[in-house]
């Protein structure tokens, strides 16, 4: 079937006001033009998270193909204001990406030592520490372990990837070692101000448009700070936890 038909079949299903002519789309003997939809100010809105979740996780499917990162949605639902739902989901990325950036000083830091990129010792005291940190705030402490265990996750993603990038081109591995000690003490440093945005937002992060505006929030991140395919990925790793419903 055509597209033009088969937007207009959809339309006429959902109800949505219908003006024009369709292209695309044959006259039926004895009808009316076929009409197209009006953009009504939810339909944008569905439209803008959408697009989001595609400029997201379409770009995490082509992370060897697709390095550079595409420009942020020009709008995003819901942030009008510093209270807003979108304002309280935003940090959630933002702490996010800043937290995978020093993956690459962790993996440039184990290369080559023979110390696994899994460190489970290591693991449990993050864990544990950012419990006691949300309980210290009010915060739910297993919700904010099951979003830590997904940040975790997320950075070893970076992890195994450059090792296998290092591995595969030897002359794009570092030749410096950072002091692992003092990039856990940034990493620390990141973690407390990731509680603290998850503390700050137990509303957005429970209401039903969580998904689609934390996924603005991830596209927006991912342009600004010019993600490459890899920490894309590691990016969309990270934040299956945040939103409670999900």
């Keep these: 079937m055509p597209l033009g038909a088969t937007?207009?079949?959809?339309?006429?299903?959902?109800?949505?006001?219908?003006?024009?002519?369709?292209p695309g789309v044959p006259e039926a003997r004895g009808s009316r033009e076929r009409p197209i939809v009006q953009l009504t100010p939810s339909i944008r809105s569905a439209l803008a998270a959408g697009a989001a979740v595609t400029v997201l996780f379409a770009g995490a499917g082509a992370a060897a193909a697709a390095p550079a990162a595409p420009k942020a949605p020009a709008t995003a639902p819901a942030v009008a204001t510093a209270h807003s739902p979108f304002a309280q989901l935003r940090p959630l990325a933002t702490f996010s990406a800043a937290r995978l950036a020093t993956a690459d000083?962790?993996?440039?830091?184990k290369w080559g030592t023979g110390s696994p990129i899994d460190d489970p010792a290591r693991e449990q005291e993050v864990?544990?520490?950012?419990?006691?940190?949300?309980?210290?705030?009010?915060?739910?402490?297993?919700?904010t372990t099951r979003i830590f265990?997904?940040?975790?996750?997320?950075?070893?993603?970076?992890q195994r990837g450059l090792y296998r990038q290092w591995?595969?081109?030897?002359?794009?591995?570092?030749t410096e070692r950072p002091d692992l000690?003092?990039?856990?003490?940034?990493?620390?440093?990141?973690?407390?101000?990731?509680?603290?945005?998850?503390?700050?937002?137990?509303?957005?992060?429970?209401?039903?448009?969580?998904t689609p505006l934390?996924?603005?929030a991830a596209a927006q991140v991912r342009?600004?700070?010019?993600?490459?395919?890899?920490?894309?990925?590691?990016?969309?790793?990270?934040?299956?936890?945040?939103?409670?419903?999900?």
Excluded: F, Y
Excluded at 7 to 22: E, F, K, P, Q, V
Excluded at 105 to 109: C, E, S, T, Y
Excluded at 149 to 158: F, G, P, S, T
Excluded at 223 to 246: F, K, M, N
């Design 149 to 158: 265990r997904d940040q975790i996750e997320a950075n070893k993603v970076v």
């Design 181 to 210: 000690q003092e990039v856990r003490k940034e990493i620390n440093r990141v973690n407390g101000e990731l509680v603290r945005a998850i503390a700050a937002s137990p509303h957005a992060r429970s209401a039903p448009s969580c």
């Design 214 to 216: 934390l996924t603005v």
């Design 105 to 109: 000083l962790v993996a440039a830091a």
């Design 167 to 174: 591995d595969a081109n030897p002359a794009q591995a570092p």
């Design 127 to 143: 864990l544990k520490s950012v419990a006691e940190q949300a309980r210290q705030l009010g915060a739910d402490p297993a919700a």
């Design 223 to 246: 342009a600004e700070r010019q993600l490459d395919g890899l920490h894309t990925v590691a990016l969309a790793r990270s934040l299956p936890s945040v939103c409670a419903g999900a």
């Design 7 to 22: 937007i207009a079949r959809s339309c006429r299903r959902c109800g949505h006001t219908l003006t024009g002519t369709s």
